[in-house]
């Protein structure tokens, strides 16, 4: 079987390491939202990107999702001193990824090429995509003013109101992302942020429709009406108006779903197939578990 | 007394240290040789003005002179994972210092303007001057090929025979450094190496003939027949034909010499004024303690 994940970053990425571990490299192609990527201490970051390849790579930190296993912060302390930007904590171990992706794009290379070159020094068998090649930014209207996406979730915590999520520069996919989702026998959606993780790489051009042409498994990143991780349940409430449940995922995501994955003992949305599990992951054999739930389930979609 | 220091890297550091405790920061400004400097991991690395930069503000390594103390080399690993270029080891705190330079170059600020802001960040008190904005890059000419510095001395251990010294771009001095030079009571040569550290500034438009419009004292690197520290012996050998002593580094300098401080017992170069003292510098005490006497030479100067 064929497989397609789409991920933002921490609980996209432990679901794609349980996929991972349930299917062979080949067989799964992982296209990751550069919406949030940014250019910081003059190198270009690619959070999701850098915190999926991370975590199957088996590096990631194992409690904060993002960033390396004991990571230090020396050249930020040294930044600090300087007076330089510290709002964004790079590590140390992290810079060494950033500084060859800034040297490698710098000569000209793609960002899907050397996002293929650095997962392969990690050991990383899937194949990463980034969404797009050209910078493809997020914005996030709030009541005062429109901010970067990491202004607002890192330099403002995602505290203001989220009106309108915008994606700017160019909608093109990189190269082979829609074909790889033509490809699939089925797309996953894991538990990312719908309007910030998802929805950016399903608004390039061709994707929404290429995807709506496969079957599509969504896991609910909403669990007991809290989201898993980050600041996604007041973006539900000002963005759809609802209370977040798995229900207001699958109304955003509509008619692009074939069967979703719930929290067992949260309401079931109506009108689409669902499978109950235990769906917040914590070990790499806790995701594969996950993992492999979803691709038999998959397997007995009509 | 108004003083004027030409630095290359340790050893210059640390009498240029030692000067820094003697006098009031407005009498002294240190002029640093950027002939080293190289770009690597796409950052303009400047080693001699970090040595002098670091070595003030009591943050340099203090056996091997260059680099931070405590310095860790987590990104470097990080970079050694993507089989990229390991052989400059630049460390984790040391990265921060680069990349607030890096990012103020491509702002269009120019590199005296950037230091500037970096020393008084860290707390040193007198003026560094790069010895020129635009980069300036030595060459060493080796019997198999043209080597650049750091290739030569880092890439190479500086093994290879020395039969040429070569300074390319423009010979233009950074603003303010042939006046400082006009403005100074005294121009001291701390025991850098004559080729590759002091040459090089001295090579620039209009340095030589300001320098040797003022009384000069320079410090002899070369003790007991043997450099203090680097290849400096058998460049001396090679580009001199000279056994190394103070008298060929005597006869380097020429006409430009007011006096000479050479390590008590070495032989007195002919012809010039000579104070011999104990002249390998240990602690900050040991070099303010070699600075008072160079400056008290200087006070007695005819």
Redesign the interface.
Known sequence: MKVVALSGGVGGARLCDGLAAALSPEDLTIIVNTGDDFVH???TICPDLDTVMYTLAGLAHPEQGWGLAG??F??????E????PAWFRL???????H??R??AL?AGRSLTDVTD??RR??GVGPRLLPMSDAPRPTLIDTPDSTLSFQDWLVGQRGAPRVERVRFTGPPRPAAGVVAAIDAADVVILPPSNPYVSIDPILALDGVRAAVARRPVIAVSPIVGGRAVKGPLAPMIESLAGLPPSPAAIAAHYGALLTAMVIERGDDAPAGVATLATATVMGDRADRARLAREILDLARRLP
Chains 1, 2 share one sequence.
């Open positions: 201490w003059g190198l990571e230090t020396h050249a930020l302390a040294m930044v001193r300087y007076g330089g590590g140390d171990r992290d810079l060494g990824t500084l060859m800034a040297q710098a070159a650095l020094a990690l």
